[in-house]
């Protein structure tokens, strides 16, 4: 009996600490993914991007952190521009753009900087975009060009967590994204 007691306690305090430390991602610290700082404007998934674009890519055996070079665009999963600055996707200035988390799903999430709009350039996709107030997710036919490439924009999967495809029944949710991607085939690509 003496023996258990003690026994006991050393169980329950190792699974309290497992317990406490526990990470979905299922180690006790975060990832350190994989990423290049580009040195040049280079192009990326058929996008040119400025000199101090971050370049994320999907986790790799023994490759973490900070890279000397650019890996395998297969591997992106996210080009974030560096502070301030913006591209243009459809007329809109963007900052970052991010895959889908989901493999099974072929597409990405393009934020945009409304400060950075100018009144002359607000298409009525723009408006309807900036009323969502967050990022609008795109599916494509094509993973592998993340430009504004209106043949290759199969659909728009969301408008922030208002308005989403997965929720078929809501008519007004299809409705409105049905809008909105009529709205961005009519967006002069320049």
Known sequence: MKFIKPFSSLILLILTGCIGNLSPNGGNSSVDYPYFITTEPIIVKKILVPKGTRLTYDEHFFVKG?????????????IKLPEGQTLDWGGIPIYWIEKFFNSEMRGYTVYADFSKLTEDKKTKFAKIWQGCTDGLSITVKEVDDWSFNKVNIADIESCSVQYQRYFKDDKEQQAFLDDMLNELRKVDSK
């Open 66 to 78: 900070k890279q000397d070079h650019t890996m395998s665009e297969k591997r992106l999963t996210s």
